[in-house]
Protein backbone atom coordinates (compact mmCIF):
# COMPACT_ATOMS: atom_id res chain seq x y z
CA UNK A 1 0.00 0.00 0.00
CA UNK A 2 2.94 2.44 0.68
CA UNK A 3 4.68 1.86 -2.26
CA UNK A 4 1.43 2.84 -3.82
CA UNK A 5 0.80 6.11 -2.36
CA UNK A 6 4.79 6.97 -3.12
CA UNK A 7 4.07 6.08 -6.87
CA UNK A 8 0.95 8.18 -6.76
CA UNK A 9 2.67 10.77 -5.43
CA UNK A 10 5.32 10.77 -7.83
CA UNK A 11 2.44 10.72 -10.55
CA UNK A 12 0.94 13.63 -9.10
CA UNK A 13 4.20 15.77 -8.74
CA UNK A 14 5.27 15.15 -12.27
CA UNK A 15 1.51 15.71 -13.63
CA UNK A 16 1.51 19.49 -11.24
CA UNK A 17 4.94 20.04 -12.90
CA UNK A 18 4.12 19.68 -16.70
CA UNK A 19 0.91 21.67 -15.80
CA UNK A 20 3.12 23.95 -14.35
CA UNK A 21 5.64 23.97 -17.60
CA UNK A 22 2.56 24.55 -20.33
CA UNK A 23 1.38 27.68 -17.97
CA UNK A 24 4.91 29.18 -18.03
CA UNK A 25 5.01 28.34 -21.53
CA UNK A 26 2.05 29.72 -22.68
CA UNK A 27 2.87 32.97 -21.06
CA UNK A 28 5.99 33.54 -22.36
CA UNK A 29 4.64 32.95 -25.55
CA UNK A 30 3.90 36.17 -27.63
CA UNK A 31 0.58 36.72 -28.79
CA UNK A 32 -0.93 38.65 -31.51
CA UNK A 33 -3.12 41.90 -30.83
CA UNK A 34 -6.86 41.82 -31.15
CA UNK A 35 -7.29 43.82 -34.10
CA UNK A 36 -9.60 44.04 -37.31
CA UNK A 37 -7.45 42.18 -39.91
CA UNK A 38 -7.35 43.37 -43.79
CA UNK A 39 -7.76 40.32 -46.81
CA UNK A 40 -4.81 40.77 -48.20
CA UNK A 41 -4.09 40.66 -52.28
CA UNK A 42 -1.85 37.75 -53.21
CA UNK A 43 -0.56 36.21 -56.19
CA UNK A 44 0.39 32.20 -55.92
CA UNK A 45 2.33 30.13 -58.47
CA UNK A 46 2.69 26.54 -58.61
CA UNK A 47 3.86 24.67 -61.20
CA UNK A 48 2.68 20.92 -60.93
CA UNK A 49 4.97 17.77 -62.11
CA UNK A 50 4.53 14.30 -61.95
CA UNK A 51 6.95 14.19 -58.93
CA UNK A 52 5.33 16.52 -56.89
CA UNK A 53 3.69 16.29 -53.87
CA UNK A 54 0.66 18.16 -53.44
CA UNK A 55 0.56 17.95 -49.70
CA UNK A 56 4.01 20.04 -48.65
CA UNK A 57 3.72 23.83 -46.92
CA UNK A 58 3.39 26.34 -49.45
CA UNK A 59 5.81 29.20 -49.17
CA UNK A 60 4.87 32.75 -48.59
CA UNK A 61 7.10 35.93 -49.89
CA UNK A 62 6.63 38.88 -47.47
CA UNK A 63 7.87 41.82 -49.24
CA UNK A 64 9.91 45.20 -47.39
CA UNK A 65 8.38 49.02 -46.56
CA UNK A 66 7.72 50.24 -49.59
CA UNK A 67 8.31 47.66 -51.66
CA UNK A 68 5.29 45.11 -53.05
CA UNK A 69 4.66 42.08 -54.10
CA UNK A 70 6.38 42.41 -57.30
CA UNK A 71 9.20 43.19 -55.43
CA UNK A 72 9.32 38.86 -55.82
CA UNK A 73 8.79 38.67 -59.17
CA UNK A 74 12.44 37.48 -59.96
CA UNK A 75 12.71 34.45 -57.92
CA UNK A 76 9.26 33.59 -56.94
CA UNK A 77 9.07 31.47 -60.31
CA UNK A 78 12.87 29.43 -59.64
CA UNK A 79 11.34 28.69 -55.65
CA UNK A 80 7.91 27.03 -57.05
CA UNK A 81 9.95 25.23 -59.72
CA UNK A 82 12.74 23.85 -57.46
CA UNK A 83 10.93 23.13 -54.70
CA UNK A 84 7.44 21.90 -56.01
CA UNK A 85 5.74 23.84 -53.68
CA UNK A 86 2.71 26.67 -54.45
CA UNK A 87 4.40 29.89 -53.56
CA UNK A 88 2.88 33.48 -52.39
CA UNK A 89 3.71 36.75 -53.12
CA UNK A 90 1.30 39.13 -51.24
CA UNK A 91 1.04 42.87 -50.81
CA UNK A 92 1.17 44.13 -47.23
CA UNK A 93 -1.58 46.57 -45.55
CA UNK A 94 -0.91 49.89 -47.17
CA UNK A 95 0.53 48.72 -49.84
CA UNK A 96 -0.29 47.77 -53.35
CA UNK A 97 -3.83 46.82 -54.09
CA UNK A 98 -4.19 45.58 -50.39
CA UNK A 99 -6.38 47.83 -47.95
CA UNK A 100 -5.32 50.76 -46.49
CA UNK A 101 -5.65 51.84 -43.29
CA UNK A 102 -4.36 54.35 -40.52
CA UNK A 103 -3.27 51.34 -38.26
CA UNK A 104 -0.17 49.98 -39.16
CA UNK A 105 3.05 48.35 -36.72
CA UNK A 106 4.78 44.68 -37.43
CA UNK A 107 2.00 42.97 -35.41
CA UNK A 108 -1.05 44.81 -37.07
CA UNK A 109 0.94 43.20 -40.12
CA UNK A 110 0.84 39.38 -38.35
CA UNK A 111 -2.59 39.70 -37.78
CA UNK A 112 -3.01 40.03 -41.66
CA UNK A 113 -0.91 37.35 -42.09
CA UNK A 114 -2.72 34.94 -39.97
CA UNK A 115 -5.72 36.00 -41.61
CA UNK A 116 -4.18 35.47 -45.24
CA UNK A 117 -3.38 31.98 -44.12
CA UNK A 118 -6.35 31.59 -42.80
CA UNK A 119 -8.24 32.31 -45.72
CA UNK A 120 -6.14 30.24 -48.07
CA UNK A 121 -6.78 27.63 -46.04
CA UNK A 122 -2.92 27.04 -45.02
CA UNK A 123 -2.14 25.15 -42.31
CA UNK A 124 1.34 25.44 -42.42
CA UNK A 125 3.99 27.24 -44.43
CA UNK A 126 7.53 28.59 -45.08
CA UNK A 127 7.76 32.25 -44.24
CA UNK A 128 10.35 34.16 -46.21
CA UNK A 129 10.51 37.86 -45.26
CA UNK A 130 12.96 40.70 -46.27
CA UNK A 131 12.76 43.77 -43.84
CA UNK A 132 8.88 44.71 -42.34
CA UNK A 133 8.33 41.41 -43.86
CA UNK A 134 10.85 39.53 -42.56
CA UNK A 135 9.40 41.03 -38.73
CA UNK A 136 6.17 40.06 -39.90
CA UNK A 137 7.12 36.88 -40.55
CA UNK A 138 9.18 35.99 -37.09
CA UNK A 139 5.92 38.18 -35.18
CA UNK A 140 3.92 35.16 -36.28
CA UNK A 141 6.40 32.52 -36.18
CA UNK A 142 6.73 33.82 -32.27
CA UNK A 143 3.25 33.67 -31.42
CA UNK A 144 1.78 30.54 -33.66
CA UNK A 145 4.87 28.38 -34.09
CA UNK A 146 2.59 25.71 -35.01
CA UNK A 147 1.81 27.55 -38.31
CA UNK A 148 5.32 28.15 -39.68
CA UNK A 149 7.53 25.58 -41.21
CA UNK A 150 10.49 27.18 -41.54
CA UNK A 151 11.36 31.04 -41.39
CA UNK A 152 13.49 33.05 -43.37
CA UNK A 153 14.47 36.35 -42.58
CA UNK A 154 16.34 38.61 -44.97
CA UNK A 155 18.12 41.97 -43.21
CA UNK A 156 16.02 42.34 -40.53
CA UNK A 157 16.45 41.32 -36.58
CA UNK A 158 14.31 41.28 -33.87
CA UNK A 159 15.37 44.58 -31.98
CA UNK A 160 13.76 48.33 -32.18
CA UNK A 161 14.72 50.05 -35.20
CA UNK A 162 17.51 52.52 -34.30
CA UNK A 163 16.41 56.35 -34.75
CA UNK A 164 19.08 56.89 -37.24
CA UNK A 165 17.36 54.21 -39.20
CA UNK A 166 14.05 55.30 -38.93
CA UNK A 167 15.34 58.97 -40.02
CA UNK A 168 16.90 57.75 -42.93
CA UNK A 169 13.63 55.80 -44.06
CA UNK A 170 11.54 59.12 -43.10
CA UNK A 171 13.79 61.06 -45.27
CA UNK A 172 12.86 58.34 -48.22
CA UNK A 173 9.00 58.32 -47.97
CA UNK A 174 9.08 62.55 -47.66
CA UNK A 175 11.02 62.80 -50.52
CA UNK A 176 8.70 59.68 -52.42
CA UNK A 177 6.16 62.52 -51.25
CA UNK A 178 7.64 65.27 -53.09
CA UNK A 179 8.93 63.43 -56.03
CA UNK A 180 5.14 63.55 -57.82
CA UNK A 181 5.49 66.92 -58.06
CA UNK A 182 8.80 66.51 -60.49
CA UNK A 183 6.59 64.41 -63.14
CA UNK A 184 6.40 66.63 -66.13
CA UNK A 185 2.44 67.14 -67.11
CA UNK A 186 1.32 64.81 -70.01
CA UNK A 187 3.74 61.94 -69.36
CA UNK A 188 3.38 58.60 -70.31
CA UNK A 189 3.89 56.24 -67.04
CA UNK A 190 7.76 54.88 -68.73
CA UNK A 191 8.68 59.20 -68.46
CA UNK A 192 7.07 59.15 -65.47
CA UNK A 193 8.92 56.47 -63.28
CA UNK A 194 12.35 57.84 -64.73
CA UNK A 195 11.37 61.50 -63.69
CA UNK A 196 10.17 60.05 -60.49
CA UNK A 197 13.97 58.65 -60.09
CA UNK A 198 16.34 61.12 -61.68
CA UNK A 199 14.27 63.43 -58.73
CA UNK A 200 15.18 60.62 -55.82
CA UNK A 201 18.56 60.30 -57.03
CA UNK A 202 19.60 64.13 -56.97
CA UNK A 203 17.78 64.34 -52.84
CA UNK A 204 18.60 61.14 -51.11
CA UNK A 205 22.63 60.62 -50.30
CA UNK A 206 24.40 58.48 -52.58
CA UNK A 207 25.06 55.69 -50.24
CA UNK A 208 21.38 55.18 -49.61
CA UNK A 209 20.28 55.67 -53.10
CA UNK A 210 22.40 53.32 -53.95
CA UNK A 211 20.73 50.64 -52.46
CA UNK A 212 17.34 51.00 -53.62
CA UNK A 213 16.21 49.12 -55.89
CA UNK A 214 13.60 51.09 -57.72
CA UNK A 215 16.42 53.36 -58.35
CA UNK A 216 18.39 50.59 -60.19
CA UNK A 217 14.85 49.52 -61.83
CA UNK A 218 12.95 52.07 -62.39
CA UNK A 219 10.22 50.14 -63.79
CA UNK A 220 9.49 48.54 -60.75
CA UNK A 221 8.56 52.34 -59.43
CA UNK A 222 4.80 51.34 -57.88
CA UNK A 223 2.81 54.41 -59.60
CA UNK A 224 -0.32 54.82 -60.95
CA UNK A 225 -1.74 57.34 -62.56
CA UNK A 226 -5.70 58.66 -62.58
CA UNK A 227 -7.16 61.08 -65.17
CA UNK A 228 -3.37 61.98 -65.73
CA UNK A 229 -2.75 62.37 -62.41
CA UNK A 230 0.19 60.12 -60.54
CA UNK A 231 0.48 58.56 -57.56
CA UNK A 232 2.01 56.06 -55.18
CA UNK A 233 0.20 53.03 -54.95
CA UNK A 234 1.07 52.72 -51.38
CA UNK A 235 -0.02 55.14 -47.89
CA UNK A 236 3.31 56.84 -47.30
CA UNK A 237 0.74 59.08 -45.06
CA UNK A 238 0.37 56.12 -43.02
CA UNK A 239 4.22 55.61 -42.89
CA UNK A 240 4.87 58.80 -42.10
CA UNK A 241 2.70 58.93 -38.78
CA UNK A 242 4.40 55.32 -38.06
CA UNK A 243 7.45 56.54 -38.28
CA UNK A 244 7.35 60.06 -36.58
CA UNK A 245 5.86 57.84 -33.39
CA UNK A 246 9.17 56.74 -31.12
CA UNK A 247 6.69 54.38 -29.47
CA UNK A 248 5.50 52.74 -32.38
CA UNK A 249 9.38 51.71 -33.20
CA UNK A 250 10.21 50.16 -30.12
CA UNK A 251 8.78 47.20 -30.98
CA UNK A 252 9.36 44.17 -28.93
CA UNK A 253 9.66 40.27 -29.60
CA UNK A 254 9.13 38.07 -26.97
CA UNK A 255 8.05 33.88 -27.23
CA UNK A 256 10.35 31.37 -28.86
CA UNK A 257 10.17 29.51 -32.49
CA UNK A 258 11.96 26.29 -31.69
CA UNK A 259 11.95 25.50 -35.91
CA UNK A 260 14.72 25.79 -38.27
CA UNK A 261 15.14 29.69 -39.28
CA UNK A 262 17.75 31.52 -41.43
CA UNK A 263 18.78 35.09 -41.26
CA UNK A 264 20.48 36.21 -44.45
CA UNK A 265 21.75 39.98 -44.24
CA UNK A 266 24.04 42.16 -46.63
CA UNK A 267 28.13 42.70 -44.66
CA UNK A 268 27.15 46.46 -46.10
CA UNK A 269 23.16 46.88 -44.51
CA UNK A 270 23.03 49.78 -42.17
CA UNK A 271 20.92 46.86 -40.02
CA UNK A 272 23.63 45.05 -38.67
CA UNK A 273 22.00 42.15 -38.39
CA UNK A 274 24.85 39.71 -36.81
CA UNK A 275 25.05 42.48 -34.33
CA UNK A 276 22.01 41.17 -32.84
CA UNK A 277 23.29 37.34 -32.96
CA UNK A 278 22.49 36.86 -29.10
CA UNK A 279 18.95 38.29 -29.31
CA UNK A 280 18.13 36.39 -31.81
CA UNK A 281 19.54 32.74 -30.92
CA UNK A 282 17.39 33.47 -27.44
CA UNK A 283 14.39 33.98 -30.01
CA UNK A 284 15.02 31.50 -32.03
CA UNK A 285 17.52 28.57 -30.75
CA UNK A 286 18.08 26.65 -34.65
CA UNK A 287 18.78 30.40 -35.93
CA UNK A 288 21.61 29.84 -38.56
CA UNK A 289 23.29 32.56 -40.09
CA UNK A 290 24.18 33.54 -43.90
CA UNK A 291 26.49 36.57 -44.96
CA UNK A 292 26.14 38.46 -48.46
CA UNK A 293 29.52 39.93 -48.91
CA UNK A 294 29.16 43.31 -50.14
CA UNK A 295 25.28 43.74 -49.95
CA UNK A 296 23.31 45.88 -48.65
CA UNK A 297 20.01 45.73 -47.44
CA UNK A 298 17.87 44.68 -50.55
CA UNK A 299 19.46 41.49 -51.32
CA UNK A 300 17.18 39.41 -53.29
CA UNK A 301 16.49 41.25 -55.93
CA UNK A 302 20.61 41.97 -56.32
CA UNK A 303 22.30 38.66 -55.34
CA UNK A 304 21.86 35.30 -57.08
CA UNK A 305 23.36 33.87 -53.60
CA UNK A 306 20.30 35.22 -52.04
CA UNK A 307 18.47 32.68 -53.93
CA UNK A 308 20.70 29.88 -53.58
CA UNK A 309 21.03 30.05 -49.65
CA UNK A 310 17.14 29.92 -49.98
CA UNK A 311 16.93 27.33 -51.88
CA UNK A 312 19.52 25.03 -49.82
CA UNK A 313 17.72 25.79 -46.57
CA UNK A 314 14.20 25.03 -47.69
CA UNK A 315 15.25 21.70 -48.91
CA UNK A 316 17.69 20.55 -45.91
CA UNK A 317 16.33 18.21 -43.16
Known sequence: MLKKINFDARLALIVLLVFISSVISAALQHSLPDVKPVDLSCTCIHFSFDDSDEDLPPVILLHGLLGSRSSWQRINADIAIQ??????????????????????????????????????????????????????????????PEKVEKLIVEDFAPHPITPEVAQSVLLFVKTMKESL???????????????????????????FAADISAIKDPSSIPLVSKNGVYSWQMNLDSFIKWLESPESLQTSFSG???????????????FKVYEAKDTIEKLFPKAQFRAIEGAGHDIHPNYPEFLTAVLEFIESE
Open 181 to 207: RAIPEGSDLKSAKLAVRDYLISKLPPE
Open 83 to 144: TGREVYSCDARNHGTSPWTDEFDFEILAVDLNRMMENHHISKAILIGHSMGGATAMKLALAK
Open 256 to 270: EYNGDSLFIYGTKSP
